[in-house]
């Protein structure tokens, strides 16, 4: 500091702070020698708290507005500077000003994933992020605990402590409440608030309040998403079997619609009218037509094969050659799909069948 910046401030009797930042939590007043005329005065803006330091030992707090800076207005400096009978020269003492502001969309997020254990799906991977607010609730305090004698204290600073300590008690909190991945949805607003609860005296230790803290997502990692995904869609289509035999009817309707097609899809057409009556009959509540007499006994019918279907981890069936063949024509089974019947020891896939391998294969292409 030269000479002329010395005598200025000595001259200087106004003490005052004007944030132009947005992440300042603690500035100290510049003043050579930290030494204060008698009676100058103090200027603390909204939002803004002055403490005075003597010896690294917190002293006087102002809040807002202007003071005079005399014993009367200063007794625990007056009090630690020994002061009995008034006095009236320059003192030393430091001053802190201190935002007391709400800074708010301060991020938090878990670095790793957190392990729970849901009810249905067992130990599963979650991760989480959220916002939070925070303000400096007891300026004295924070600078004892925190600040110390750093001239300029910023959010910096502080904010990955915090956001460690939100994240600890956050995947505590979660692992003890055992709710299940269902129900997080609906609990973002109770887990922010039990969270808020649990961590507020820990910041209230460091002279901070958290005003504020939202839980905004709980993800899953994207394999698990997509086997929930896969999961719905299975709840969604229900039955396999009747999921199959609705897939028969409309290959049959479409190969009713197609006359040109082959002599399976006729098969297939006659079988899904025979279907529908039957429907028709069950829906109206008819009983089914008995069988004609005849003054012969029917011939014995040959032993045909039943075939069954296997498909996402489900098996269905069984099903007779005619269906499964309306189902490779519809596209239903595929060359890949397993398919067992009585007999053989292991699924084996549909182009394996010897029945229905020539279903699968394709037309050459025709000659230039």
Do not use: C
């Amino acid at each position: 500091m030269s000479l002329w910046e010395k005598a200025e401030a000595e001259l200087l009797d106004i003490i005052e702070w004007t944030d132009d930042s947005t992440d300042t939590l603690v500035w100290r007043f510049p003043r050579f020698d930290n030494e204060i005329k008698y009676a100058a005065q103090l200027i603390v803006r909204q939002s803004q708290a002055a403490v005075f330091v003597n010896m690294g030992r917190i002293a006087d707090v102002f809040s807002p507005g202007r003071h005079r800076l005399v014993t009367e207005n200063l007794p625990l400096l007056t009090t630690l500077l020994g002061w009995k009978y008034g006095f009236h020269s320059p003192f030393k003492a430091e001053v802190y000003f201190v935002t007391t502001r709400n800074f708010t969309n301060l991020k938090w997020g878990t670095k790793n994933p957190v392990i729970i254990r849901d009810p249905e799906l067992g130990p599963v991977r979650l991760r989480a992020f959220g916002t939070y607010v925070v303000r400096v609730a007891a300026p004295g305090k924070f600078i004892e605990e925190i600040v110390g004698t750093n001239g300029h204290f910023t959010l910096d600073a502080i904010s990955d402590q915090l956001k460690n300590l939100i994240v600890t008690r956050f995947s505590d909190m979660l692992a003890e409440s055992r709710l299940a991945l269902a129900d997080l949805s609906a609990s973002y607003n109770e887990i922010s608030q039990e969270l808020t609860r649990k961590i507020a005296p820990e910041f209230i230790e460091y002279g901070l309040e958290i005003t504020k803290l939202l839980v905004e997502n709980i993800a899953l990692p994207p394999e698990v998403e997509s086997a929930l995904d896969k999961k719905s869609s299975m709840g969604i289509i229900g039955n396999l079997d009747n999921f199959l035999k609705f897939q028969s009817a409309t290959a049959m309707e479409a190969a009713a619609n197609n006359p040109g097609g082959d002599a399976s899809a006729g098969v297939g057409m006659g079988i899904g009218f025979a279907m529908a009556n039957q429907m028709g009959r069950a829906m109206a509540g008819q009983p089914e037509p008995a069988a004609p007499v005849s003054s012969s006994p029917p011939p014995l019918a040959e032993s045909e094969a039943r075939y069954f279907v296997g498909s996402n981890g489900s098996q269905s069936g069984p099903y007779d050659k005619t269906v499964i063949t309306g189902q490779i024509n519809s596209g239903a089974i595929t060359r890949e799909t397993l398919l067992w019947r009585a007999g053989m020891e292991q699924w084996q896939q549909a182009g394996q069948f010897a029945e229905f391998a020539p279903l699968f294969r394709t037309p050459p292409p025709l000659p230039a």
